[in-house]
């Protein structure tokens, strides 16, 4: 049962809503003094000038299979783009069909965390690119076959020229990541909560606005913020009260694995949250498959609340403001093979 506190909670969160426009305004500068709108245009990246030819080419790699010493493999396939920019199975399916240790995080937004990876380990999606090709549980390949095979295809050759047009030998393992950064920095979408942010009053309604009120009442805030919602920051899971090891693996001791730092064990990278409603299953664990019961773990675990149940329908219909609208994504054409083309290799069934 709910107890009087929590229900009064939801309850003076949405009458605050419904006593008009000052309450919203004032709720709206609190947000915004917390969050940001995403921008309507591609954000720079550091180091890396963003061209359309530069777009072309990342999005060529990002959906070529090739790029996996098996041919099976791309980017897309754990980061799809057609399922809320991850694979939204527990942990993914990478070279032999071999599962791999953690859930795969959306691609969509991406752009905005500070660092990738549920650790934290890549500074920048660039580096981030370079991991998962050379992962052997993953797309299980090296640089030097990866670009045996871009060289390989004449077309390749024209599009890497053409991104890097400064560069005699631009067909490099630092520009395959450099042109996969710029495409995957295109891949931002818009929410209603943006244009709330933005002054459009009619983009959530009174149950959103009022999750959004005990978003911020409740603590969520605090780890995630910003205009991702999270990403900027590296948190203990289990904060208050640690959960159970089938969703915090004793295994998986996150940060610690990359600073090597007692005070890391156990600590990861705030999720964030955009398109948090269509990107199940939840935490690096992938085992929490209900976005309700992902609120009410954190709730829990982060803050030591015990959320009522309308508490947490409420905070959910907000995250639900967080779904945007997909840029539109067709399937490239890709270049041909040659007799010059590396040929699969690898176990795959």
Known sequence: MPTLRHTTALALSLLAIAQG??????????????????????????????????????KALFFDPRM????????????????????????????GWQKGPRNSPTVLNSVFNDAQFWDGRAADLAEQAKGPVQAGVEMANTPENVIATLNSMPQYV??????????????????????IEAYEATLITPAPFDAWLNGDDAALSDIQLAGLDL??????????????????????????????ADVLPEGDKGRFAVTETAIDEYVFRAAPLRNIAVTAPYFHSGVVWDLETAVAIMAESQLGADLSGEDIGAITAFL?????????????????????TPRPTGEVN
């Not at 024209?158 to 042109?179: C, I, L, R, Y």
């Not at 911020?216 to 780890?223: L, R, W």
């Open 21 to 58: 426009a000052a309450a919203s305004s004032e709720l709206r500068e609190l947000a915004l003094d917390i969050f940001s709108p995403l921008p309507s245009t591609t954000p720079a990246v550091t180091d890396n000038p963003i061209t359309p030819e530069k777009i072309d080419l990342g």
């Open 68 to 95: 996996s010493a098996s041919g099976v493999f791309s980017c897309n396939s754990c980061h799809n783009l057609a399922t809320g920019g991850d694979d939204n199975m527990s942990t993914s399916i990478g070279h």
């Open 158 to 179: 024209e599009w890497f020229q053409e991104s890097f047009p400064d560069e005699a030998d631009p067909v490099t393992f630092d520009n395959f990541a450099k042109a």
């Open 215 to 244: 978003f911020v009442e409740s603590g969520c805030a605090s780890c995630h913020g910003g205009i991702n919602l999270g990403g900027e920051g590296y948190y203990p899971f289990g904060l208050v009260e640690k959960p159970g």
């Open 320 to 340: 639900g403001s967080l779904t945007g609208q997909m840029p539109e994504v067709s399937y490239p054409v890709l270049p041909a093979e040659t007799s010059a």
